[in-house]
């Protein structure tokens, strides 16, 4: 019996061998395909870290109007730069003179008030006459961007 026990376990050992040659044979079969997919893998890796390293600048860099060459992209408008004379140089006059002009007189609360004077003046008489007109038409003669409606004295009530 004893024998046969140790026959036995040989058998097993040998059938347990065959069995991880086989693993280890459908292992190193797949290691190249695993290899290849991680490669690819970094390259996309790679390239998406470009584009975001590019579309980053672009979007949260300094704007200006004098840009970097881009790779692939033409130069459409550096001919007439290329074109010109570089020792061309205009020719300034000294002096440059620019013709005068008058100021407005600034608008002071003392002319804010006659203003409104003459306007409650020019009411009073109409009223004394009888010649009072209605009171959309008053605010419209005043008109609304006027220094006495401006100033606040004659704020009409309720809605324009």
Known sequence: MAGN???SKILEYKDMINQLNKTIAAQ???IPSLQK???ADRLEKETLR???EYL???LFSTSSENRKDIEGQLNLFDEAEQEADPAWKPELPDDITVPEHKRKARRTPQNSLKMCLSAMRSFL???RNGTVQPAEHR???LEKNSSVMSSGLLQPKGKW
């Open 5 to 7: 026990s140790k026959d």
């Open 139 to 141: 605010w419209n003669v």
């Open 50 to 52: 470009q584009q975001i």
């Open 37 to 39: 997919t991680l490669e």
């Open 28 to 30: 190193t079969e797949l």
């Open 56 to 58: 980053t600048k672009k």
């Open 125 to 127: 008489f109409q009223k």
